[in-house]
């Protein structure tokens, strides 16, 4: 397995959409498993294949406590929406910013497993908000996508400077 390097808002790549994935094969579950332990790394509850710069339509998500309950779901879609409700939300590729979200409280799933075989489920809670953020990055969506201009421009501007900041000083003299 291996650690993936995870993209950072406002890389443009985050913009690109996944898509759907046709053959389950020993390398699709290879990416899964090496974005499992990026995520478990991180940390982080949900990881999806945009975020490590790969177009297949692969989310895997962790939101049990013991950090051992992993659900890796492909081509995945919300057949329902339920209610609705605000939660604070952060995000792997957005780092250190957190923000309220309106998201459906109760949600229908459709998506296949690795196996490629289809599965069907319901998930309220931290489990909706979780599926509901991953499913947006394999369109190309952002959570701050949905704050104002200006907040996005200053997360931008602080992600940046951090950005430059972490670069290495370059070492020795220029010839
Ligand atoms: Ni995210």
Do not use: W
Not at 22 to 46: C, I, W
Not at 147 to 153: G, I, T, V
Request: proline residues 5%; aromatic residues 4%; hydrophobic residues 40%.
């Amino acid at each position: 397995m291996a650690i993936l390097n995870i993209l950072h808002f406002p890389d443009p790549r985050l913009r690109n959409k996944a898509q759907v994935v046709k053959s389950f094969d020993d390398n699709l579950r290879k990416l899964a498993a090496d974005m499992l332990e990026t995520m478990y790394q991180a940390p982080g509850v949900g990881l999806a294949s945009t975020q490590v710069n790969d177009l297949r339509r692969l989310v895997v998500i962790d939101v049990s406590e013991s950090h051992d309950d992993p659900l890796c779901l492909v081509n995945p879609e919300i057949l329902e929406k339920h209610g609705e409700h605000k939660m604070e939300e952060g995000c792997l590729s957005v780092p250190g910013v957190y923000e309220p979200v309106t998201r459906a409280t109760d949600i229908k799933v459709r998506a296949q497993n690795l196996e490629g075989e289809t599965i069907e489920f319901e998930a309220d809670d931290l489990l909706a908000v979780c599926i509901q953020h991953e499913l947006d990055h394999l369109d190309g969506k952002l959570f701050i996508d949905n704050l104002s201009n200006l907040k996005r421009q200053r997360i931008r501007k602080k992600l940046e400077k951090e950005e430059r900041q972490a670069q290495p000083e370059p070492i020795g003299q220029a010839l």
